[in-house]
Every structure is written in C-alpha cells, then in structure tokens.
C-alpha cells in the first residue's frame, strides 16, 4: 500500500465527520426539533459508516503494512500512522458484540439519568451506572498496557501518560492550596460587592462586548461564527470554521461573557492548528486536558486579569450604554472575581472548581481501584462535599446526579478539566519569561500572547503528547504550584489579604 | 430481492442526500466563507457517494428485477421503483466519459458566466455556452423518447408530458392576455402612488411581520426556520424540517415580505407530503412547475388579494409602530400591484414576469429547434425585450447574462416559472368551487385554504405526475385563461379600469 492510499482513506473518514460535526452543531443550534427522529436515522447512518471505515480493511492493511514499512512513511504519513493505530487499537480491542451491547447499556443509562434528574434521585439511575461500571472493569483488560491500575486505563483514554500516583501527589497538592487559601479568605477577606452584577445587560449589548473581546483574543470570526445553543460548546468542522456557541442571560451578563472567551480559546486553538495536518486526525487538540488549558487559558488566566479588564472595561461601558457608570472599575473587577461554595460544578467559580473535580477523582478511583459499591456513592458524594466545601446537597439533583459523564460512560474524563487549569497557570508562568502579559492586556493588540500559545501549543495539534508540549513549552512536566500561587495572586488581592 | 432491500438502499441514498441537503443550507446561510473550499471536498465525496448509489449494483439490481417482479412490489413500492427508474435512465443513458466532460465545461461555464457579469458582456462566455449547446444536442438522442423536438426533451426533463406544441399555444394566449392588460393600464390606468414603500422599516419589524403572516398561511415554524441568505430559496431535509429564507431591505419591507411568504408555499408543501413517502424520493415536489405553483399560489394569488391585505393591514401598523399610521388601507394595497416593465426578471412584478419567461422560452427553442447561433443571441434577447416589454438593455449584465441558468446547463428549465402562475390561478380557481376564498382570508383562519391545497396536491409528493395532479384538482388540464382572468381581476382594480 502506498502512503497516498492510506492518507485518502483517512482523508475520506474525516470528510465523513466533518459533515457529521455539521449535524451535530446543527442540532444543538437551531434544528427544528420535530426532526430529531429523522436527524437520528441520518446521524446513525453516516457514524456507522464513519466507524466501519475506522476499522475496515483498508485502515487494518494500511496498519499491517506499515507496521513493517514505517520506513515508506513521511514524516507527517508517521505521524498520522501513529493515531489512526492507537484510535484503532481502542476501537477494534473489545468483541463486536460486547460492544454493541454496552452501547445500548449506555442508551439506557443516559435514559436513566434523564429519569434521576426529574426525581433528583440517584436510586433510579443506580443499576444502569453498575451495569457501565461491570462493562468497563470487563473491557480495561482488554485496553490495558503498561498502567499500574485498572483507573490508570480510563484516565489513559483522555490523557495520555497520566498515572493515579501522579493525580493523587497533584491532587493532593491542589488541594492544600485551595483550602488554604479559602481558609484565609474565610478568615479575614472583604467580601467583594457583586449587586450590579444582575442589572439588565440586553442580549445585543452582551453580544457587542463579548465579540470584540473575543476578536482581541484572537478568535477569528472569518473562520467561525457564534450562535446560541443551550449547552456551550466549540465545535470545529475544520481549522477554518471553528464555531462557537454560548446561551444568554440578561440579568447575568457574566455567564455569556466568560462563557464566550472560554469557548473562544477552544476556537483560536482549532483555528491555528498547522494546515499540513489538514484532512487527518492530527487537526485536532492534543488531549482534553490540553484543550481545556486554551479554554481555561482565555477564561481563568486572561479573564481573571486585572489589566485585562481595565482595558476593556471603558469598552464594557460603551457597550452597555452607561448601565454600569456608577461602577469604579475597582469594584467591578473585584465582583467577577468572587468565590462562594457551591454544589453544582459548572456554576462554580474558578478557586472552588478544582475541588468539583477531585471529588469525582476521588470517587471514581475508589469504584474502579477499590471496589466501593455504586449504591454508596451518593452517601460518599455528599461527605465529601461536606469535608471539601462545607456544603452538603439536600437531593441529588445538587448532588450526584448533576454531571452527565458517568451515565455516558466517561469515568476517567473530569480530571482533564482539572488538568486545563494547572496547564493554563504553568503556560501563563512560562510565557511570562518571554512576554510582558500585564503589559500586552494593558494594549490593543494581544497578537503576542495567542502568537505565543500557536508557537508552542497550537501549532502541533494532535501530533504531539501533552506531556511532551508542556515539557516543551513550559522547560518541565507539569507542575500544580503555578495554579496555586495564580489564584493566590488573584484572590488574595480581590479578597484584599496581605500575606 | 426483497422490496424491503431495495428500499433500504434508496433510504441510505436519501439520508446522505438529506446530509448534502444541509451542508447546502450552511453554506448559504452562515458559514464562515474560509471554509468554501472545505466544504467543497465534503460535499463533493458525500454526492459522489450519493451518485455512485443511485446508479450502482445494489439500484441496478433492483431495478432489473422489478421489471420482471413488479408484482412483488407493494403499491408504495412500486411507485418508488418507478420514480427511481426514471431518474436512473436520465442519469445512466449518458456514456460516463461524456458526462465527465460536461461536467467539467459546466464548471467552465460557470467561471464564464461570473466574468461575463464582471465586464456585462456575453462575448466572455459565448464559447462556454455554445459547448453546454453541443452537449445537450450530443445527450438529447440518449434522453429521447417519443418527444416530437429536440426541445421537448428538454422540457420534459424539468415538467414532464410538456411539449412545445402545447407551451406555444398556452404561451401565445398568456402573451395576448397580458400585452391586452398593460395596454389597457398604459391608456387609461390610474398609476398607484408607492412612495411609502422605501420607508425605512426595521429589519426585526419585518421580522415579526412576516413570520406572523407566514404561520397564519400554514408554514410550520416548529418544523423549519427562517435564516438569511443572499439568494433566497427553500430546502428541505425531511418534511419536518423544511427550511426557508430570505434576504431584508431595511427600505423595501416589500421584498422580504413577498419573498418569505414566497418560500413559505414551498416550505408548506414539503412539510404537508404524505409520511408514507419518507426516505424515498416521492417525498418531494411532483415537478419544479408544481412547486412553484405553491410558492406562487402564496405569493400573488393570496399575496394579490384585497381581503388578504384588509386582514393584515392593521397587523402590519402595528409591527411597523407608527411609520405607516398616514397611509390609507387602499392607498397602500395598490402600492403592492404596481406593475413597469423592468429588465431583470428576478425583480419583475407579476404581471409582466411571464413575459421575462417566455422571451427565454423562446429563445430556447430557437437555439434546440432552429439551429440559432450562440453569437446571435445577444441580438435576440434585446429585441425581444423592446419588442415585449418595450425596454432595451444597455449592457448584457442587464441582459442576456443576468441568469445562472444557461451557464448551468439549465435550458427547459424557465418555463416551469410560468407554469408555476397558470398552475396557481387554476387552483385558486377550483378551490373557488369549494371555499370563499374571500372570506377565509377576511376571517383569522386560513386553515381551509392550506388543507385545501394538501388534499390536492401537496399529500401526494412526487407520487403523481403534474397532469394528473392539475386534471385531478381542477377538473381540466392546464389552461392558461385563469391566471390572464386573475390578472385582469386584480390589475383593473388597482388601476381603477372598468372593462
């Protein structure tokens, strides 16, 4: 087989999913939804087409010839091998027929928790979560390498190289330092004052700032467009339609504001992947963590910067037609930068956040590690809260039954976001040796900070390891320190705490 | 083969055309035009893919033994085993090296076209569009069945049982009848002031005023939506997501108005078509003159009519807020039928667009039937309009290149435009038989109208031919005194001329 051949059969997958992701967007963005039924028989049709070429027999006889021929390979045909052979092997492991199965397993569950929700009970959802938790203990073998635990294997599907001895010593570390930190604003901090934060903003005014500032960041219109959806996301059809997606509240501009320049960061990411990866699985993000640290990057680091937003904030008051005159900037920024307890994880502020994570960490390590059962899990759940917070869920609405991951199989997925933001505060440090980023958020030009994140980050797409990006750009592996004495940094000075 | 077989290859065939259906909507509606050229490879393997179906082993099969078994076929299935047949023999006749190459001197053909509008002169695709001549004159042999002309086959291709003997009667009386009209107009009419047309009305104004009027006509916004776009159209995915648009002229709400309650004919016949005909091609408009006749039907014969008008006048002050409050109800119901003759089709009024179409027909004919030059046609097309409509271009921009159509190989295709407005009047006709028009359109109600229309014609799909439907609706086969008495009716009222 020749290089070309493979590379088309690639290119033609990817064609395959780019009209999927069409769909998909569509979908979540404006189809009607009296469609839904014919849009699922349209979705099913091509997926499986997509999945039967990912593992069809063009895609293993490329893999078995260039298995011995790698010396045939380009460096880019290398590469692109490299992932169509490890997304391959994470496919073709498991028995046709076991996974189908766990695929209805997973449609019953994802019912289930539909049905949790409405009775804020966990009990209804207990049964379907074990059977997905019996199915992944029955396939890690199956996926299993090198890694020293049954969760090391779920975590190596998101992350790659990522180890539970590793999460557990940062873990462990993140959190010290948040509960430090939180004890000290608990214990002497001003409270900021955040009661303007619910004056009407209307739509179009929200819209007016949070696309100039998204522009600023560098997120590139021309090659995206932003459109309201009920569940933000980015979704990238391409590196040259990258498109975004946020919901509106008038009485909270904050949300569709922050939401925006995160969703913007997983945007300018896509929008600056190297073309020559074009048409392969290598035009994509390097992991979740990854992808999450240029979201959280735009969102935690540059959206928590004082600079930042005393620069923008004249432009927040232009846009808002004096809604906001009486404000100093003072108050203003100290009111976006709050930090409460709170139970329900995708409310929750940027000091607290982490510890939503751990949590979930920690639970599903104990499930996958330790062999707790499924039915305690509610009762754990909210014992951590308690220690970790000091707040406890009175249903599990509030409490376990929150988050949608476990339900789609995903254990093993929350601690990318967790990583997102230690690589953010890593990144921010090492870019702070080469760029004066006080000083370029103080100017109307930012092109340095994303020319600085396509250098080292962007640029690779999924060509490159995290560990081995952050290694690169940062000059070590990672390192939670940096987030921790970031949110000291901000928080102590919003929260007015000398050291 | 099993019926069930065959009809599941037609149903994958039409969710990957429902997949291009809306890859097509975005590229017209919102993508980001960076991506053109990504979207071009997307689309052009889905509808290679999507083509290499409908002519490949699995159609031709079925196909073959149908012939022989049609008594194996459900009454549905035989209905779509003939609607396949018939486009397999248009799309399969050709020897596909030639439909290579015609393909490619389309591509030309179009570049052509768009530096001819540049320098408004023919001269720059005449050759482009004398090869597209050559190849339909190479192709028609292949198509030709007991058509009487080379044209006929042509027509036929767009409104089946079509044929120049029958258009240059109907057409000649549609001609007389509306020469009689603007005659009369010119002599002695009372020309309407419009003056208040150009007033500014917002775009969101418009908005609510025509979505509001288009679901009173039966447009079913939970089952489509209404975007912008720079060339209107209509597109359906499936008949519950039937999708239209529109462009606004902040100082011609005229436009926008007509011109979604124009996409909301079409939109309303594919959502009201029969669910039995879903995933098969008889879930589709029966012919392009048909389709038409429902987009017309909403836009001059109930966008024509006073009673319409009474009814929404107040709706319309009311979404305008105030800019219309000095204008009388009549004063500015006759400003809407203002007729001039004009060069551009697209932008003619209703009374003299059959004359835009039948100086193209024509011109057709001569080209297919007479052996008219390519080069002469400049000539042709300019006398024609002085001799008709008594208005000569200057340039050819305003001309003979202000269509796509010839440069997309589309000759038979204009006169389904005109059938379109005979098949609307006779309708209106008919339906006169049952229901008061008049009152239902004075009344808050205009369900019996749509259904009306859904019993007759929309409910059946592509199930039926054009003939059978009108001779079925109507009582008689097409006869072009309707729509020359409906323009009588309303043109003599604006003008204020007693007959």
Redesign the interface.
């Known amino acids: 087989m020749k290089e070309q051949e493979f590379l088309q059969e690639i290119k033609?997958i990817e064609?395959?999913k780019?009209?999927l992701g069409?769909?998909e967007w569509?979908s979540q963005t404006?189809?009607?939804?009296?469609?839904s039924?014919?849009?699922g028989?349209?979705v099913g049709?091509?997926s499986g087409m997509a999945f039967e070429r990912s593992v069809g027999p063009k895609i293993q006889e490329g893999l078995t010839y260039f298995d011995t021929h790698s010396d045939e390979l380009s460096e880019l045909g290398l590469a692109v091998y490299k992932k169509v052979k490890e997304e391959y092997e994470l496919n073709h492991s498991i028995p046709t027929n076991r996974m189908q199965a766990y695929n209805t397993a997973l449609t019953n569950a994802h019912n289930a928790w539909l049905q949790a929700r409405k009775s804020k009970d966990f009990a209804q959802m207990k049964n379907e979560i074990q059977t997905i938790v019996d199915f992944l203990k029955e396939f890690i073998p199956y996926w299993k390498k090198d890694e020293a635990t049954n969760y090391d294997v779920l975590l190596n599907q998101y992350e790659p190289d990522l180890s539970v001895e590793k999460l557990d010593q940062i873990f462990g570390q993140v959190k010290s330092g948040i509960m430090e930190i939180r004890a000290k604003i608990a214990e002497k901090g001003t409270i900021p004052r955040t009661d303007f934060l619910s004056r009407r903003v209307t739509k179009e005014q929200q819209r007016t700032f949070v696309i100039g500032v998204a522009e600023q960041l560098g997120y590139d219109?021309?090659?995206?467009?932003l459109d309201d959806t009920v569940h933000p996301f980015m979704l990238d059809?391409?590196r040259?339609?990258a498109r975004i997606t946020t919901r509106w509240d008038e009485l909270n501009f904050a949300m569709a504001t922050f939401g925006v320049i995160h969703e913007a960061g997983h945007g300018i990411y896509e929008q600056s992947i190297d073309p020559k990866y074009?048409?392969t699985p290598l035009s994509a993000g390097a992991s979740m963590g990854i992808h999450e640290s240029q979201s959280l990057f735009n969102e935690i680091i540059l959206g928590s910067n004082k600079h930042f937003w005393k620069k923008q904030f004249p432009f927040f008051q232009k846009c808002t037609e004096g809604t906001f005159d009486d404000i100093e900037f003072e108050t203003f920024y100290d009111s976006l930068k709050e930090t409460k307890a709170s139970l329900v994880r995708i409310e929750a502020d940027s000091l607290t956040y982490p510890l939503h994570i751990i949590i979930r960490y920690e639970i599903e390590k104990m499930i996958f590690n330790e062999g707790v059962s499924v039915a305690d899990l509610p009762q754990i759940w909210n014992d951590k809260y308690e220690e970790y917070l000091g707040i406890r869920p009175i249903n599990d609405l509030e409490g376990i039954v929150q988050d949608v991951h476990w339900s789609g199989g995903s254990f093993g997925y929350f601690p990318s976001y967790a990583l997102g933001y230690m690589y953010a505060a890593q990144l921010r440090h090492a870019m702070g040796k080469e760029i004066n980023v006080d000083a370029v958020l103080a100017s109307a030009d930012y092109s340095s900070i994303k020319d600085w994140l396509t250098k080292h980050i962007h640029q690779y797409g999924a060509s490159r390891k995290p560990n081995q990006l952050i290694l690169d750009a940062t000059g070590e592996t990672l390192n939670p320190q940096y987030l921790i004495d970031y949110m000291k940094s901000i928080y102590y000075d919003v929260y007015k705490i000398k050291e």
Chains 1, 2 share one sequence.
């Open positions: 033609e064609l395959l780019e009209a069409l769909l569509d404006g189809m009607p939804e009296a469609s039924a014919f849009r028989e349209t049709y091509l219109f021309s090659r995206g467009r059809l391409n040259n339609d074009d048409h």
